[in-house]
């Protein structure tokens, strides 16, 4: 297991596992449902993944759309993958929203969109709260 599966919380904050990535719930949520996709590889680069993880990443990301599109009505995704503090390869996964989200009878706005996210800032979304986002998505999952 790699350093930035135990900094998101791997395998407490799993949503879903393929051969070559982990969907984790993001601990911090700038817009309601965000993820990290994470790779199982102990490399340091995107350039130095296997080509069976390369090709299996588009397939994690339609899921991860798709299941985010059942649960709330996201516009756009947004994938960064910045590893400055993290060091293998991830994608912090963050759904847009143009109008305001209700998940669990609460509110949620995407202050931002449809400029930039910014990954440091969350939502105000207490323990309970995130895992019982995690739950939805790992039960409504799609492949």
């Given at each position: 297991?790699?350093?930035?599966?135990?900094?998101?919380?791997?395998?407490?904050?799993?949503?879903?596992?393929?051969?070559?990535?982990?969907v984790?719930i993001?601990?911090?949520?700038?817009?309601?449902?965000?993820?990290?996709?994470a790779?199982?590889?102990?490399?340091?680069?995107?350039?130095?993944?296997?080509?069976a993880?390369?090709?299996?990443?588009?397939?994690?990301?339609?899921?991860?759309?798709?299941?985010?599109r059942?649960?709330?009505?996201?516009?756009?995704?947004?994938?960064?993958?910045?590893?400055?503090?993290?060091?293998?390869?991830?994608?912090?996964?963050?759904?847009?929203?143009?109008?305001?989200?209700?998940?669990?009878?609460?509110?949620?706005?995407?202050?931002?969109?449809?400029?930039?996210?910014?990954?440091?800032?969350?939502?105000?979304?207490?323990?309970?709260?995130?895992a019982?986002?995690?739950?939805?998505?790992?039960?409504?999952?799609?492949?």
């Amino acid at each position: 297991m790699n350093a930035t599966l135990t900094r998101f919380g791997y395998p407490h904050a799993n949503v879903r596992e393929y051969d070559h990535w982990v969907v984790l719930i993001r601990p911090v949520q700038p817009t309601p449902l965000s993820c990290v996709i994470a790779a199982r590889a102990e490399v340091e680069s995107l350039g130095a993944l296997s080509r069976a993880a390369a090709g299996e990443l588009p397939e994690v990301i339609r899921a991860f759309e798709a299941t985010v599109r059942v649960l709330a009505p996201a516009q756009k995704f947004n994938y960064l993958a910045l590893m400055m503090v993290d060091p293998n390869p991830h994608f912090h996964a963050l759904p847009r929203y143009a109008d305001s989200v209700r998940l669990g009878g609460i509110d949620y706005r995407d202050e931002l969109f449809p400029k930039p996210p910014d990954v440091l800032r969350g939502l105000v979304v207490d323990a309970p709260t995130l895992a019982q986002w995690q739950a939805w998505l790992a039960a409504h999952w799609r492949n």
